[in-house]
Structure formats: structure tokens, C-alpha cells
């Protein structure tokens, strides 16, 4: 049995506008089985919303799921409400439908790790176990 | 309440979250040493328990009693409690979603809790958790069980308040009365009005609960209510403001501080017998039952910092 987020507290969230989530609980699936306590804000929240739950929470991880092709304004917009919440210590990863092109530009307004979907699900689980030991 | 007048500090979600942690992740040392010469909130706050089987609606009810309780000018803190997985230890904590849809109240703290060693549809040190929430100035503390079993028990000793949330269906009924879920109960919420049976099963629960042995007893009232609409929410609210005030005329303020004292202590001997006995020596399993009940039981304490 894979242990190897045990122990870690990971909040997966939605922002912006689309209305698909089946990825997110995908992945909110995969870490509860490796063993993280898994919180999932579900459709469409405020970065504030995010930033604030990442807070109460007191969480090892934030994972954003975006596939509205929005992903760099909502990432920056996220990464400051992280800031207002004084949790932008917390490792920010993305997820979803990102072009390999603004990789870069995420990486610069905060975001630790990049997801694509050509990733499985096993190799997502270890990247972000290797990067909360 | 505080001085209507003074602004109060807003809460820093980050320190309390942080301190939340600390406090649930804690060993049974650790959380003694927080605790040590701690008298407690100095203020009355008022302990709301949400209790049910699972899928009933308590998150969905407790999102809506939330706002009702915030309309009073009140600051309320809601613990609520998913269950870990058996296997990996992991958890989805899927309550607060349902609490706090829109997030954006300042009076407001959500956190949730996986149940990690806790068999009792409660969490690791959720004592701990309530008495730290308590002294962070909020004025209401709630705390959501798991959905499951028999987790009545427990909660009862930790809260002023305990709501039992129903809802219609075939053999809730009966389970209900055999889970003993009829004699905890300060107040019953028979939730999904918008259900067939509803109506019927308010009636069938009065007519089951314990009656009062005298006029001074507390008669647990039966509110019908929909999550979903927000009805019955205002008269949820009423109900658990009578409580409140039968509470404050008809229990001494002493014994009730001794039940959630012994109850509070409870909980840290049970947690720290499970560290001795998961962290034993396997050698310590190979001797006689006798032998290792008086090993077991001398490792318990350790000198008080
Ligand atoms: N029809 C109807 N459905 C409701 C009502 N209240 C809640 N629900 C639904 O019941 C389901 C469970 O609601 P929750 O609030 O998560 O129930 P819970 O008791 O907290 O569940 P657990 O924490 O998993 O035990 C959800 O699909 C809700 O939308 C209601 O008044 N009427
Ligand atoms: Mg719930």
C-alpha cells in the first residue's frame, strides 16, 4: 500500500470558469490513496476562496485544475490572495490543459510544478511526494 | 458576546490554522504541555455537536444554522470530521464544502479534520482542537462527527448542545432507536422535508423520545428542516437558543466544567495508551496477558514537564 503522502495535507481546487472536474477528483482520489487527507473545494472559486481554505486548512500543498485556458491571469491571481493570506510559503502546482509555452511565466508568478496531462497518474503522485519530503 | 462597541481583531486564519495543526498532530506530551496550568476560555462559549448517519445532511444544515448563527453578531468556528481511510490513512475531506460555499465571512473559521486513529467519529485530540478554538474569541464552536456508527457518544460529553440529524427513509427508525441515537439527542432535526415521510417520521420521534421526569427536565424538540430550501433553519436556531437558556438555569456550571474535564482527560489517557501499546516491542506481546497489562500500563506516564 503506497504511503507515501501520509501525514500531508493537500487542498485541490477549481478556479475560474469551467465546468468540468472530473480530472480534479481524479487526482483528489490518487493522493487520497497515497495516503494525503485531501481537501476539494469543488466548481468554480474565488482565488480568495482558495487562499482562504489553503489558510484554515494549514495545508502542505495547494493544487490548482484549470482547463479554461485562463491559467496564467487565475495563477497570478491566486498566488496574491496566497500572499494577503500570508501562506505564499505553501507550494503552488497546476494542473489541467497548460501549453508548454507558459510554463515559464507560471513558474514566475509562483508555481512550483507544472502538471501535463501526458503525466500519469502514478508519476503525479511521486512528483509531488518527492517535492513535499 | 464582546463589547459590541470595540472592533474586534479579525481572525488570522493562517496562525490558527497552523496552531490547529500543531495541536492535532500533537503527541499526548505535547498536548499536556499546551494544556498545562490552561483554565480555559474565560468567556462562555457556546459547543454545538452535529451528529448523524452519514448522508443525512449534517454539512448541508450546518452551512445554513452557520449563517443563522453569524446573523447574531456572533463568531463561529466549525470543526467537521470525515473519516480516514482504513487502508492508505488518507482522507477526502468533502465537509466544508458544503459549510462554506462562498467563504467570504469574516466571522467565519472552517477546518476539517480526518478521524486518523479516532474510532469514534470523532478526530485525534479533538478536545484539544475545541479547547484551542475556544480561546481564539469565538462565540460559537461547532463540531460536525463522522456519519457513522455510534459517534453520539463521545460528542455528547465535549458539547453543550448535541443535534441528531435524521432523515426519512425505510428502517432509519428502527436503527435509530438501536443505535441508542434517541436518549443523546438535545435537540432532533429531521432533515430533506422536501421528502416524502417527513412529516411522518417528526411525529414518530416525538412520540419514541425519553419523556421528561419532571417539569425541570429538558424535552429535546423535533424540527423539521430542508438543507436544501433553508427551512426549519430559524426554528433550528430558536431551538438551540432555548437549550442554551435551559442549560444556564438548570445545570450547575460546576459539574457540567467536571463531565467535559473527565471527558477531555479520557481522551488523552485512550490516545496515549495507543502510543504505547502501536509503539510496544513485539517481545512485549509474547509474555502473559497479566505481565504485559502491568508493562503497558507502567509506561503510561512520564515525568510532567
Ligand atoms: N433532497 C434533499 N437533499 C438534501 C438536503 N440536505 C442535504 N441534501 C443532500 O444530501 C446529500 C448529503 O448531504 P451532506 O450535507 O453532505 O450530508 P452529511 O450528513 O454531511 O454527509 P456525511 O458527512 O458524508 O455523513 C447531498 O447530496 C445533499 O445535497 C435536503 O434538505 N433535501
Ligand atoms: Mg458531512
Known sequence: MATQLQGKRILIAKPGLDGHDVGAKVIALALRDAGAEVIYTGLRKTPDYIARVAAEENVDAVGLSILSGSHLELVKLTAAALKREHADDVPLFVGGTIPRGDWNALKESGVDCVFDSEMSLEQIVDEVARRLA | ?305
Open chain 2, 1 to 305: 458576546m464582546t463589547d459590541a462597541t470595540a472592533p474586534r481583531a479579525p481572525i488570522n486564519r493562517r496562525a490558527l490554522g497552523r496552531a490547529l495543526s500543531r495541536i492535532a498532530d500533537a503527541m499526548v506530551a505535547e498536548a499536556l504541555a499546551v494544556l498545562d496550568g490552561e483554565a480555559g476560555a474565560a468567556r462562555e462559549v457556546w459547543r454545538c455537536g452535529i451528529t448523524g448517519p452519514a448522508g443525512v445532511g449534517k454539512s448541508s444544515l450546518v452551512g445554513r444554522f452557520v449563517n443563522a448563527r453569524l446573523a447574531h453578531k456572533r463568531r463561529v468556528g466549525v470543526v467537521a470530521i470525515d473519516p480516514s481511510s482504513p487502508y492508505s490513512q488518507g482522507a477526502i475531506l468533502g465537509d466544508r464544502i458544503r459549510i462554506d460555499a462562498h467563504g467570504d465571512d469574516a466571522e467565519l473559521f472552517v477546518r476539517s479534520l480526518a478521524s486518523r486513529h479516532a474510532r469514534d467519529g470523532l478526530a485525534d485530540n479533538i478536545a484539544n482542537v475545541l479547547a484551542l478554538l475556544e480561546a481564539h474569541d469565538f462565540d460559537d464552536v461547532l463540531v460536525e462527527t463522522v456519519g457513522a456508527g455510534q459517534s453520539q457518544y463521545e460528542v455528547r460529553e465535549l458539547v453543550d448542545t448535541l443535534i441528531v440529524v435524521l432523515m426519512p427513509g425505510a428502517g432509519d427508525m428502527v436503527q435509530a432507536v438501536k443505535a441508542g441515537i434517541l436518549e443523546t439527542g438535545d435537540i432532533y432535526v429531521i432533515n430533506k422535508a422536501d421528502r416524502p415521510g417527513a412529516k411522518e417520521m417528526v411525529a414518530e420521534i416525538a412520540s419514541v423520545l425519553r419523556h421528561p421526569q419532571s417539569s425541570d427536565d429538558w424535552l429535546p424538540p423535533v424540527v423539521l428542516a430542508s438543507a436544501l430550501g433553508g427551512d426549519g433553519i430559524a426554528e433550528l436556531d430558536a431551538a438551540c437558543e432555548a437549550h442554551r437558556a435551559w442549560r444556564a438555569s438548570h445545570l450547575d456550571a460546576a459539574t457540567a466544567r467536571r463531565t467535559r474535564r473527565r471527558a477531555h482527560v479520557r481522551a488523552l489517557v485512550a490516545r496515549r495508551l495507543a502510543e504505547v501499546t502501536d509503539g510496544a516491542d513485539d517481545a512485549l506481546w509474547d509474555v502473559d496477558v497479566a505481565s504485559a497489562y502491568h508493562a503497558v500500563v507502567a509506561g503510561l506516564d512520564y515525568p510532567r514537564r
